[in-house]
Structures are given as structure tokens and as C-alpha cells.
């Protein structure tokens, strides 16, 4: 190894010394969870991000695709086809790894002059596991199709393509620094400026916008002050790692995130701060310690207030105003016609545990209010909540986003029983998670023996007893095996803690999850597993330990580099213990 080689690395991790030190500060305290690394897939995607080969179609490491590659069989996306809607046919396997799947499919992508989107590549992704700078976007392809209970994300930045197909989506912040509001929220937020009380928009602060300009009182003479026109928002002082540490503001008086203190920053948003003073920022700094520091109280904490410390209540509280609801009203309302109505709620509604419906919903203020109306629940970010009962989506405001993601509420965290929510999919339990596509449209074509056989393309996306009536051991009647009627589903095996490990599937052929072997469980749905020989379950025993030993595959279409993964935003998401391994590779 030349002496110059090791001179030019130890530059480079010096130059990076300081940013790597603040992410070991902040991922090893208790308030922020989002950056831990707790279970086996987290740390397999952390691995692959240093390990950056390519290795086929699989998107960047921090945000890998998902689906099932390489299927047989068929699927329909739902697009605007003169005017109209159609389902048009794409590949099984759409989404499921890096590709131009619109060119030749899509209706506007077939002649010689078909927009540029039709040759860019993308996928499908987690956006819980997707840590690049452009945060990816709901898919309206399979409008109806969900991944874990949530729906289908897509992506062209891990694809390393250019979106020049989605609508603009709102600034919210560096990656570093997401804001933290509700963008899109319906209603009024009072903000407490001096003595007066100041109307402003109830989404304020949930995205990069100008919110002061025509709205604070300094902000409406001839000769405003320049940072009227400047775009700032809310930002979480615990997970904010800029070049300006953030405020805090006066703006909510009592309000709080997560029980902290409510914070702005200018920088997040790319303007530099003309706003504060000094003293101000003294006074940040001190709270920042004493909110962030050795010593703050644990994220969420009480499940009385602020939900499970492994899936907290998002949104603020104790904040004064309102906000709208789109809710339905039932046979058990004082106006019983199921029409869909607007409810007026608090501004706060979601931002802590409270029975939120109980005064306000119809169905909760008739003679015979339903039994949900007392139970508490708040709204929970679905990347940070880790618990058995997976988050729902809300439809009480369809239009509100958290950082680019539609509104999830959660019973669970708040230590309640959820006898509102309609029946959803059962997707395996917490640590084993199904990873198939439920309700998606089409057909998969399953390897039985030496047949072919037709299941649905939503196969393994839940549990169910998806071998009943199609598996050619399992027609429909009394005398079958007793697996026949077990329900299964497809999971990731190095992220599956089930009671009994799952075992290699040879139903899909040379499919592959994100590089990997695809592997079903019954464990994870509850079921006893009569199916497995020993054969298979110490092949599948054999397979798990050379995938899950092996880092997550992944193709980058450039070279791991310094300078790309600082462009990329990884680099301030890397603990500290990984430079050793970087640097080892690099000097490669």
C-alpha cells in the first residue's frame, strides 16, 4: 500500500470527522430513535451502503427496491389512456427492480417520440427504509395494491434516473432536517407574535414556504424586512444536522413535538437566517441541550400522552386553533346517512393520546356513541413506529403529508384497543413482516414439481392459506393436508425473528427480494408448519446463513466515492464505526 494512498484517506475522514461525530452523538441518544440501527435488515442496508458493487437492477442501498424480480406472469397498472382510465398489462415483476418498465407499456411511451420520463428507470420502495435526498413518491399505477399495510412508493433517484414525470412535490426540508408539520392541513393555527395572536395557516411549518410574508405583522408595511420572503419550517432540534442550529419558537407558545419544544430553521429550507437574534440564539442553544442532551426525557416516554416510545405521537400539541376532518357518518349518528361529512376538531388532533373523537365525531355524539369513541389513539410516523400493530393510513385529512407521507394514526401506542378500523390484511407479526404485494392485480405463475401453476399476483402479501383450492395437492374439500388450509406469507429471512425460522420458497422460480432468495413462513402467521420436510428445512437453514452473512445487494449506476456519497446525502447517515470499513475498501 503506497504511503500517498494512506495520506489521501486520512485527509478525506478528516474532513469528514466533525459530521460523523455528530451522527454518533445523536444515533446513540435515547430521543432519536429513526437513526438506530435495531434490526437485521436495517444493519444489512448500512453493511451494503459501505460494500456499494453493482450487482443488477436493485436501486442504492439506502433504498433498495421491493417486489419480486425475475417473476412469471402478469399485472395491470391503472393509467389515463385518451382521456380515460384503462388497465394496461405491464410484468409481473413491475417495480420490483430498476428498469424502464413504462417504454413499451405505458400508452404514451410507444412511438418515436415519447416523452423522456418513458425512458427513465425506477422502482418500487419502502419509503420507511429510503435515506436519499428525494424522497419518494405514491404510486397511482395499483392505486389499491399496499406493502405492509402501506401503499406502493416509487423512486427514479435509486434507479440513479431523473423524475421527470411526477408532479411537484413539496420542499420539506434536507434530509438532514425534515420539517416536521402537516403540509396540506386543513384549518387554522393561532401564532402567538408579541401581544397579538396571529391567524395562520394550520399546515404552517410542515414544509419549505415564505409563511410569514403576507401574515406577520412586520410583514405588512411598504418596507417589510427581508426575511419575510424567506421559506423556513419546523425541524425537530434532536434529529437536525445543518450547518445552523435551529430556534426555537415563540410562534405556539406551549405547543410541542414529541413532547419537545417547537423549533424553525431557515437553513433546512436553503435561506440563510435574517431573522433571529442573538439572544435568541443563545437561548436555542441552551434548550437544544437541555431537550437533546444526556439526560432528556426518552421520545414519546408516556404512553399516557405521547404514545410508545418505539412509535410516538407526531403533530403538535397544546396548540390553539382548528382543523377539519373529512369523517362519514353511520347508522349509529344522530343524522344517520352515511354521507361523508366535515367535522371540525382541535388544531392539535392527533398530536398526543386522547380519545380525539369523542366529543366531536357523529357517531360519538348521539344517544348511542360507538365503543371506539372512547378509546385514545394520535396520528405516528409509519418510519418510526416499531411496534406489533402496524399503523393505519388516515383518511381524515387525505390531503395532509408528514414529510412527504400521508397521515397514520395508531391506537396501539396509546396502549388502546383499535375497534374502529375496518378488517385489514394481516401482514405477520412485529420483527416478520409479510413482504409481498397485497391486492395487487393479476397472476403469478407458481413452480409445482415440474407445473406451472396460476395463483394471484397479490400471492404472499399476507397471511392467508394461498395453497387451498390451487395447489395441486389442495383441492377444495375435507381430505387434504392439513397445510393446505395453514396460512403463509413471504418475509425477508434476515429480518425475521418468527419462533421458527422460514424457509426457502421454489414457488417463484429464480425470483429474487432485493437480490435475495424469496423465503415464506408459516410461523409468522400463527400457523403450525406441517408442510416443510427435514430436507428442506435444513437446506433453508444452509440458505439463510449465506444470505443473511452477505450484504444487501445493490447498483448504483457511479463509483463509491468521497464525493458521490456526500452528494447523496449517505454520509451524514453512516455511523461512526463504519469509516474503518470504508476506508478498508477504498484503499482497496
Not at 371540525?344 to 366531536?360: I, K, N, R, V
Amino acid at each position: 500500500m503506497k504511503f500517498s494512498a494512506i495520506v489521501s484517506i486520512v485527509a478525506w475522514l478528516a474532513q469528514h470527522v466533525v459530521a460523523f461525530n455528530q451522527i454518533r452523538n445523536v444515533e446513540h441518544h435515547p430521543r432519536v430513535n429513526h437513526l438506530r440501527t435495531s434490526t437485521p435488515y436495517q444493519d444489512a442496508t448500512l453493511t451494503a451502503l459501505l460494500l456499494h458493487d453493482a450487482a443488477g437492477g436493485r436501486g442504492h442501498s439506502v433504498c433498495p427496491c421491493i417486489g419480486f424480480d425475475d417473476t412469471m406472469g402478469e399485472t395491470t397498472a391503472l393509467l389515463s389512456d385518451g382521456g380515460s382510465l384503462a388497465n394496461v398489462s405491464y410484468p409481473a415483476d413491475l417495480g420490483g427492480s430498476c428498469e424502464a418498465w413504462d417504454l413499451g407499456h405505458h400508452p404514451e411511451c410507444g412511438g418515436s417520440t415519447s416523452p423522456d420520463w418513458c425512458r427513465q428507470r425506477w422502482c418500487y420502495v419502502d419509503p420507511r427504509h429510503c435515506g436519499l435526498p428525494d424522497v419518494p413518491k405514491e404510486n397511482t399505477y395499483q392505486p389499491m395494491v399496499t406493502f405492509q399495510m402501506m401503499p406502493l412508493y416509487y423512486s427514479y433517484a435509486t434507479c440513479d434516473a431523473t423524475d421527470s414525470w411526477s408532479k411537484v412535490q413539496p420542499e420539506i426540508g434536507m434530509v438532514e432536517c425534515r420539517c416536521i408539520g402537516f403540509h396540506g392541513s386543513p384549518g387554522t393555527t393561532m401564532a402567538t407574535i408579541g401581544s397579538q395572536a396571529v391567524e395562520y395557516p394550520a399546515e404552517v411549518g410542515g414544509s419549505c414556504s415564505a409563511w410569514d410574508g403576507d401574515r406577520h405583522p412586520d410583514c405588512n408595511g411598504k418596507n417589510p424586512p427581508d426575511w419575510c420572503s424567506k421559506q423556513w419550517c419546523f425541524v425537530d432540534p434532536c434529529s437536525c444536522q445543518v450547518d445552523a442550529p435551529p430556534k426555537v419558537s415563540n410562534y405556539l407558545a406551549d405547543g410541542t413535538f414529541k413532547g419537545k419544544p417547537v423549533f424553525y430553521s431557515y437553513a433546512t429550507c436553503g435561506e440563510k437566517d435574517s431573522y433571529s437574534s442573538n439572544s435568541q440564539l443563545e437561548r436555542s442553544r441552551q434548550v437544544i441541550g437541555d431537550t437533546c442532551g444526556p439526560g432528556a426525557p426518552v421520545e414519546g416516554g408516556d404512553v399516557k400522552t405521547g404514545g410508545s416510545p418505539a412509535c410516538p405521537c407526531i403533530g403538535f400539541d397544546d396548540i390553539s386553533g382548528t382543523t377539519e376532518a373529512q369523517v362519514k357518518e353511520s347508522l349509529f349518528s344522530a343524522h344517520p346517512n352515511k354521507s361523508e361529512i366535515t367535522v371540525t376538531y382541535p388544531a392539535d388532533l392527533g398530536g398526543s393520546c386522547q380519545p380525539w373523537d369523542g366529543e366531536h365525531h357523529p357517531d360519538c355524539t348521539g344517544a348511542k356513541p360507538a365503543s371506539w369513541c372512547k378509546n385514545e389513539w394520535c396520528y405516528v410516523d409509519p418510519k418510526n413506529c416499531d411496534i406489533d400493530v402496524l399503523p393505519k393510513r388516515s383518511l381524515y385529512q387525505p390531503g395532509a403529508t408528514f414529510q412527504s407521507l400521508p397521515l397514520y394514526y395508531s391506537y396501539a401506542t396509546c396502549d388502546a384497543v383499535d375497534s374502529w378500523t375496518k378488517k385489514k390484511p394481516e401482514v405477520g407479526m412485529g420483527g416478520c413482516h409479510c413482504i409481498g404485494f397485497d391486492d395487487a392485480p393479476g397472476t403469478f405463475m407458481v413452480k409445482v414439481g415440474d407445473q406451472q401453476i396460476e395463483y394471484p399476483k397479490e400471492l404472499g402479501g399476507e397471511c392467508q392459506a394461498w395453497d387451498e383450492g390451487l395447489h395441486p395437492d389442495c383441492p377444495l374439500g375435507d381430505s387434504n393436508a392439513e397445510w393446505c388450509n395453514q396460512r403463509w406469507c413471504f418475509v425477508d429471512p434476515c429480518s425475521c425473528t418468527a419462533p421458527v425460522p422460514p424457509k426457502v420458497s421454489d414457488y417463484l422460480g429464480d425470483a429474487t427480494f432485493q437480490g435475495r432468495p424469496i423465503f415464506w413462513s408459516y410461523s409468522t402467521c400463527g400457523s403450525k408448519d406441517s408442510y416443510s420436510s427435514k430436507e428442506q428445512r435444513l437446506r433453508s437453514a444452509a440458505e439463510i446463513k449465506k444470505t443473511c452473512a452477505a450484504p444487501l445487494p445493490s447498483t448504483p449506476s457511479t463509483p463509491t466515492t468521497p464525493a458521490t456519497l456526500a452528494k447523496s446525502g449517505v454520509l451524514r447517515a453512516t455511523p461512526w464505526f463504519a469509516l474503518a470499513m470504508l476506508a478498508a475498501r477504498m484503499l482497496q
